[in-house]
């Protein structure tokens, strides 16, 4: 069966200390995985889509990489304004667009 | 640039009483879905479209009916309502209906059924 599970369920950081998020996932065969961040009251918004084991992608102080088991969202200096709820999601071959997500990571950072 | 609307953003219902979720995108996407959000349960695939007159069954559609009439619009349909129902509806779209592109969502309606 097809399964993303995202660690830790929550994060609390100061204000400058980096840190990682985790998304484990088992899928028949990848076809992509996304990265999303949700801000309280709204809907999750894009950030990322990592296709091949060893890719990487980079915006303002979010990196995510991916390996054959897994995807780590690393968070460098974060900000205050970094805190939200970081969603995972796998799509599967042959499933077309169906998006499997896990249960996401809710983000504090502090002064 | 409006995106994927959703309306209306809060509803209150009566165990029993039907409603409709309107969902409306401007991007010209094929794919369509719908999920509901639930605490600890993360965010799950109720129905979804390829495109008008296509419609299909994710992983949670019981007491739910969708149509795609035009490739704007996917309304959901709760067709008698039940406390279990009680979350929030997201829609989302996405250009390509074989995958590999992102989902775009809404900003979701929250429901309450007494």
């Known amino acids: 069966e097809d399964q993303v599970t995202q660690s830790p369920e929550a994060l609390r950081l100061q204000e400058g200390e980096s840190s990682s998020l985790n998304c484990s996932y088992t899928?028949?065969?990848?076809?992509?995985l996304f990265w999303y961040r949700q801000d309280p009251g709204k809907g999750p918004e894009f950030l990322f889509t990592l296709y091949s084991a060893g890719e990487e992608k980079e915006k303002e102080r979010l990196k995510a990489t991916l390996t054959k088991k897994e995807s780590f969202l690393h968070i460098t200096a974060p900000k205050p304004e970094d805190s939200a709820t970081y969603l995972c999601a796998v799509q599967a071959d042959n499933q077309g667009g169906k998006l499997i997500f896990g249960q996401g990571t809710e983000l504090s950072v502090k002064p | 640039n409006a995106g994927v609307t959703q309306t209306p953003k809060f509803q209150v219902l009566k165990t029993g009483q039907s409603m409709t979720l309107q969902c409306a995108q401007d991007?010209?996407?094929?794919?369509m879905s719908w999920y509901r959000q639930d605490p600890g349960m993360g965010l799950r695939l109720i129905h979804y479209s390829v495109g008008a007159g296509i419609t299909d069954q994710g992983e949670v559609p019981n007491g739910y009916n969708v149509s795609r009439s035009t490739t704007e619009d996917f309304p959901l349909r709760l067709l008698s309502a039940a406390p279990s129902q009680t979350s929030v509806y997201f829609c989302?779209?996405?250009?390509?209906?074989?995958?590999?592109?992102?989902?775009?969502f809404g900003d979701g309606t929250r429901l309450s059924i007494l």
């Open positions: 989302a779209s996405s250009y390509s209906k074989q995958g590999q592109q992102p989902q775009h």
């Open positions: 899928v028949s065969g990848l076809r992509g």
């Open positions: 991007m010209n996407h094929e794919y």
